[in-house]
């Protein structure tokens, strides 16, 4: 065989050799493993396949961050790919194994057929019997685990060099059913330690994100005398080992990260700190596109986006109510190729560091990858930072090139509007706002109590029954930042917000409206952008005609948009005013009733009572 071929062909007896060998030490201790990709196939966020030599096949796993290799088209099926590292494990309650596949290249595009080699009975132990002649030996220049730990940390804890003196598994290969493990880990957020109460009493929890070197993440949360035992061990952004732990299914309802397994740590644990050591996991996203985000709304789990930066606005000073501290917000549009805007919100150093960077290149258009969004409903659909989000401008990804490649041929002419504007009923991403928690209005009215903790969200399906004329219907606005503003000092108007004097101002909608249903009645406190579709004009406009065309011509407008059918979004909290409190129920956000959705609904809610 020459040396084209060979290098376009499978190493002869891999299969065999990776079973014999399940855990080698070190990438170092991996042989040239060259096997071919039969059976591509997506499962969840990672894609597996069949491994083979040419004789024998094994199933195999890649990690989550080769999606993109598969995606862009480089890691094909009937492939070639070198397998630089792996564990090979075994399957629960079958005879069998399967290949994780933690580092690997790509040796060839597909290939026009499988590879089927006629290897002869008789030199087939030759092959297996001695691995030697298909083994590369590590390189003599590279210190071994032991020497590295003999020299510099000879000094280190007896269970520190043991740990890593041991085979470090890596997060991929974790299952539920191993019982001896040993993971390397950087820890990239760290919870509060907090309280609890439930039915079997009080106790302590509080978790963790870890990733190890190959941008692997996993959840891992302690309870009760273990939470209070590893809170102060754990620091943001070091790298330990730890063992002796146990997995389980993730719960989708709380986790945090993309994994399908979550790690409990008890009190015997064992969790030592790798000094000295330091790795930069990479980055690993799972995109969303903006117009796919009303799912998200209201839920735990965290969102990455990726788009283009259409506006910048100035840095914002916010009170928190909280404890009263003021800290910076800043607001930015982006856009994707699903044609949709979505405002996302920066705070704190985000706000003032990378948004800085942004209001100073907004011209260019730059791409923006951000990780670990949370989805509200403010304005129907947006998305804001929370304490472990990061922001990269213009990464280098195989998205943002295709998404620079869209906005600069078509995006930059397209006409979007904003994804909370659009969140009819029946769209995808309207499903989860308008369909989801549909109740009466009694639902809410009849339980004083509700929204006492924290806000609670529902969907109504109710007419607008009355708009009181004579309230304060809208503010005086600021144009750049919506926030209201007061009579400038000689002329013009202040914004506090921007701390600038501007010359004109714009009014904003901030009423309530009465809705009924089958069950009751009412009042809703609805914003500037929900009400200008339910009134059909903008503050302005309804201002101009009170004072230009009269009383009478101004609540005829208003009758106009009464008892016609609306779905809502709401959320109910409980308010103070006047030393009591109050039920508030806030439009969040509103569409006309799609009567073939809404037929839909109505039928799939019939068939749920009568499968009952």
Known sequence: MDAAAAAMSVTPGAVAYVMANPSPASADDVPETVVQVVDLKPIGSRFTFMASDGKAKIKAILSTHFASEVHSGKLQNLGLVRVLNYACNDIPNKQDKVLIITKCEVVSPALDAEIKSEVKAEDEPAVLSKPAAIVLKPRQDVKSASQIVSEQRGNAAPAARLAMTRRVHPLISLNPYQGNWVIKVRVTSKGNLRSYRNARGEGHVFNVELT???????????????????????????????????????????????????????????????????????????????????????????????????????????????????????????????????????????????????????????????????????????????????????????????????????????????????????????????????????????????????????????????????????????????????????????????????????????????????????????????????????????????????????????????????LFRVSVAQNEYMGEKRQRITVRSESPVDFAAEARYQLEEIAKLTAC
């Open 212 to 566: 190890d070197e190959d941008g692997t993440q996993i959840q891992a949360t302690m309870f009760n005398e273990a939470a209070k035992k590893f809170y102060p061990v754990f620091e943001l952004g070091k790298v330990y080992y730890i063992s002796k732990g146990s997995l389980r299914v993730a719960n989708k309802q709380f986790k945090t990260v993309q994994n399908d397994y979550e790690m409990t740590l008890n009190e015997s644990a064992v969790v030592e700190e790798a000094e000295g050591e330091t790795f930069i996991p990479p980055v690993q996203y799972n995109f969303v596109k903006i117009d796919m985000l009303g799912p998200y709304v209201g839920g735990r789990e965290l969102v990455d986006i990726i788009g283009v930066v259409q506006s910048v606005s100035p840095t914002l000073s916010i009170r928190r109510k909280i404890d009263n501290e003021t800290i910076p917000k800043r607001d930015i549009i982006v856009a994707d190729d699903s044609n949709k805007t979505v405002t996302v919100t920066l705070w704190n150093d985000l706000a003032t560091t990378v948004g800085e960077e942004l209001l100073a290149m907004v011209d260019s258009a730059p791409i923006i990858a951000v990780k670990s969004l949370k989805v509200s409903d403010f304005q129907g659909v947006s998305v804001s930072t929370v304490g472990k989000s990061t922001l990269v401008i213009n990464p280098e990804l195989p998205e943002a090139e295709k998404l620079k490649a869209w906005y600069d041929s078509e995006g930059k002419g397209t006409s979007m509007a904003s994804v909370g504007a659009s969140m009819g009923a029946s769209s995808p991403g309207g499903a989860r706002s308008m369909y989801s928690d549909r109740v009466f209005l009694s639902h809410i009215t009849s339980d004083p109590d509700l929204g006492q903790d924290k806000p609670v969200f529902f969907s109504l399906h109710a007419h607008i029954s009355h708009i009181k004329p004579d309230q304060t219907m809208w503010y005086r606005a600021c144009n750049t930042c919506n926030k209201k503003v007061t009579e400038g000092v000689g002329s013009g108007y202040w914004c506090e917000g921007c701390q600038k004097n501007y010359e004109e101002c714009s009014l904003r909608y901030i009423m309530v409206i009465k809705v009924s249903d089958p069950t009751g009645e009412a009042w809703l406190s609805l914003f500037n952008d929900q009400a200008e579709r339910i009134v059909g004009c903008s503050a302005d406009d309804l201002d101009r005609i009170r004072k230009e065309e009269g009383d009478e011509r101004f609540q005829l407008k208003l009758k106009e948009a009464t008892w016609v059918p609306h």
